[in-house]
C-alpha cells in the first residue's frame, strides 16, 4: 500500500512539474517581448488574481501595479490588457489594422465555429462586414426608413406603457420586446405583436444567454474549455439556446426563399439571398446559408439586449436623479412640444438631453473589458513584440473613467458632455461602441433607438420610482463580458 501511495504521489508531483515547466517555457518565450505581468501558476494561470464576480475592477487594480501595457494568463494562454485612453487609441485606431482580429471567445467559438460578424476574421469578416453595414446603411430600398420604424415601434411602447395605468411594473421585457422589434424590422422584415409567443420564447433565449456571458461560469469555460465540456452546467443551456435560436432563423430563412422577389427585397435576409445567388459560381466565397444564419443571429443579439439594456439602465439611473429628469422634460418641451414625434433632427438642438444619453452610456460600462481582440500578425507594440494571434483586451472601462479626461469619473454627471455654456461637447475618451476595425456594426442603429425611445416616452410620461430615489443602488447586477442592471420597478405618471 505504501508503494501505491508513493506511486501516486510522483505521479502527481510529475504531472505538476511537467505543467509548471509548460507555463515558465511560455513565459521565458515572452520575457523581453510580452508585456509584464503577475506570476501565472500552471494550468490555473492567474485565475486566483482575478474577482471572477468583476473581473474588470481586478485588472484595474493590475494596471496600477504593472502599468497601461501587462500580460495575464487565462488558463494556460496569454492575454495583453491595454488600459487607458491613450494605449487603447494607439492600438485600436493607429494601429487598426494590426489589432483588426477577433480574439477567441470559446463559448462564441463554441457555438458559432466561427462563422458570423463577431467571431469571424480574416476574409470571411472583411466580406461579412462590408456586406451588413452596406445593407444597414441603405436600407429602406426606396421604403420607409429606419427612423421611420423606431418611430413606430416606440408609440407601440407608448401604448404598452398607458396599459400599466400608473402601477408598479418590471420595465425588462417591455424594452427588450420594442426594441427586439426593430432589428426584426430590418432583418426579417416585420415586426411581431408583444404578446407572440414565438417571439416572447425567442427573446428568452437571448435573455438567457446575456445573463450567461455575464456570468461566472462563462468566463470559466472560456479559461478552461476542454475541462468544462465534460462538465454539467449553464454552459450547456447556452449552447442548446443558440442551436433553438438558429432553428427559428432557418425556419425564416426558408420562408424568404420561397418568397423572394429579387426586384422588391425586403429586408436584409432578401439582400444576403441575392448576395448568394451573385456569388453561386464563385468558390471562394463566405456568402453561404450558414453565414447567413449566424450573421442574422449576431445583428439581432445585438440588435436587441445591448440597447435594451443601455435604456433600461439609463431610467434606473433617472429614477435616482429625478432633477436631471427634469431638465430634459424641460428641453423635451421647449425643442418637441407634444404634438408630434421626436425625430433625429432634434438631437442637435437638445444638448442637454445628448449629453445625458452619452453619460449613461459611459457610466454603465456595459462592456467594461471590451470584447477581445487578436493581433494579426508579430508586432511591435511600444516596447514589447506581441506574437501573431494573442489575444488582446481594450479595457473600455479604463477609457470611459479615465481621470484625465474625465473630471468626475465615478459620478453620474452629464456636465462630462456639456461646454461652459451649455452646449454638447464631444470627448475623445466616449468609446462604449469600442474603436477601430472592430468598432460596432450597429453603432448609429443603437444611438438613433436610444435617443428616439428616450425622448418618446418622456414626452409623454413623468418617472416614478416606488423607493426612495436615495436608495437605488446603480451598480450592476453582474459583471461578466457585460454589465447588467439590478432588477427594479417603476411608474409611469401620464404627462
Known amino acids: 500500500m505504501e508503494l501505491v501511495g508513493v506511486s501516486i504521489f510522483l505521479l ?24 509584464p505581468g503577475p506570476i501565472a501558476l500552471p494550468f490555473l494561470g492567474n485565475l486566483q488574481q482575478l474577482n471572477r464576480k ?22 494556460s494562454e496569454p492575454a495583453v490588457v491595454l488600459s487607458g485612453y491613450e494605449v487603447v487609441k494607439e492600438a485600436l485606431n493607429e494601429r487598426a489594422e494590426d489589432f483588426a482580429a477577433r480574439g477567441v471567445i470559446q463559448m462564441l467559438k463554441k457555438t458559432s465555429q466561427g462563422h458570423g460578424i463577431v467571431g469571424s476574421n480574416g476574409e470571411c469578416w472583411k466580406q461579412l462586414r462590408r456586406f451588413s453595414l452596406m445593407t444597414l446603411r441603405n436600407f429602406g430600398m426606396g421604403k420607409r ?33 420594442s426594441v427586439s422589434n426593430v432589428i426584426c424590422s430590418v432583418v426579417f422584415g416585420n415586426r411581431f405583436e408583444y404578446e407572440d409567443e414565438n417571439f416572447l420564447a425567442l427573446l ?26 465534460y462538465l454539467p452546467g449553464p454552459h450547456k443551456k447556452a449552447v442548446k439556446n443558440v442551436k433553438q435560436v438558429m432553428a427559428f432563423v432557418t425556419e425564416r430563412v426558408k420562408m424568404h426563399q420561397e418568397t423572394l422577389d429579387p426586384n422588391s427585397p425586403r429586408d436584409f ?51 435616482k436623479y429625478p432633477e436631471i429628469e427634469a431638465k430634459i422634460h424641460e428641453e423635451i418641451d421647449r425643442i418637441i412640444g407634444q404634438n408630434r414625434c ?25 462592456i467594461p473589458l471590451g470584447l477581445p481582440r487578436a493581433v494579426t500578425q508579430d508586432i511591435q507594440f511600444r516596447q514589447y513584440v506581441i506574437p501573431k494571434g494573442t489575444t488582446v ?34 470627448n475623445d475618451a466616449f468609446m462604449p461602441f469600442a474603436s477601430g476595425r472592430r468598432i460596432c456594426l450597429g453603432e448609429g442603429l443603437a444611438r438613433m433607438e436610444i435617443f428616439l425611445f428616450l425622448t418618446t416616452i418622456l414626452q409623454n410620461f413623468d418617472l416614478k420610482s416606488v423607493v426612495d430615489p436615495k436608495e437605488i443602488d446603480l451598480s450592476s447586477e453582474m459583471s461578466g463580458f457585460t ?13
Do not use: W
Not at 502527481?12 to 508585456?35: A, D
Not at 468583476?54 to 488558463?75: D, H, M, N, P, V
Not at 421626436?342 to 438631453?353: F, G, H, L
Open 12 to 35: 502527481i508531483t510529475c504531472v505538476t512539474l511537467l505543467m509548471l515547466g509548460t507555463v515558465q517555457k511560455r513565459m521565458k518565450q515572452g520575457i523581453g517581448k510580452l508585456p
Open 54 to 75: 468583476q473581473a474588470y475592477r481586478s485588472f484595474s487594480k493590475l494596471s496600477e501595479k504593472y502599468g497601461s501595457l501587462f500580460t495575464i494568463y487565462l488558463g
Open 145 to 177: 426608413s429606419i427612423e421611420e420604424r423606431i418611430q413606430e415601434e416606440a408609440q407601440f411602447l407608448v401604448e404598452e406603457f398607458r396599459k400599466t395605468k400608473k402601477s408598479p411594473f418590471d420595465p425588462k421585457f417591455f424594452f427588450s420586446r
Open 204 to 229: 428568452n433565449l437571448l435573455n438567457e444567454n446575456f445573463q450567461f456571458f455575464s456570468s461566472v461560469c462563462s468566463q470559466l469555460y472560456n479559461s478552461f474549455p476542454n475541462v468544462m465540456e
Open 269 to 319: 435576409i432578401d439582400c444576403f439571398l441575392m448576395k448568394m445567388e451573385q456569388e453561386k459560381k464563385n468558390p471562394e466565397s463566405e456568402f453561404s446559408t450558414t453565414a447567413l444564419g449566424f450573421t442574422t443571429i449576431d445583428l439581432f443579439s445585438a440588435g436587441t439586449e445591448t440597447v435594451s439594456t443601455t435604456i433600461r439602465y439609463g431610467f434606473l439611473i433617472l429614477l
Open 342 to 366: 421626436p425625430s433625429i433632427e432634434d438631437r442637435n438642438a437638445m444638448p442637454y438631453t445628448e449629453a445625458v444619453i452619452h453619460e449613461i452610456q459611459r457610466f454603465i460600462d456595459l
Open 393 to 426: 483586451y481594450p479595457m473600455l472601462h479604463s477609457v470611459l473613467f479615465d481621470p484625465k479626461h474625465f473630471q468626475n469619473p465615478e459620478s453620474f454627471d452629464p456636465n462630462h458632455f456639456l461646454d461652459a455654456n451649455g452646449c454638447f461637447k464631444r
Open 483 to 495: 454589465q447588467v442592471p439590478r432588477p427594479f420597478k417603476l411608474c409611469l405618471l401620464p404627462r
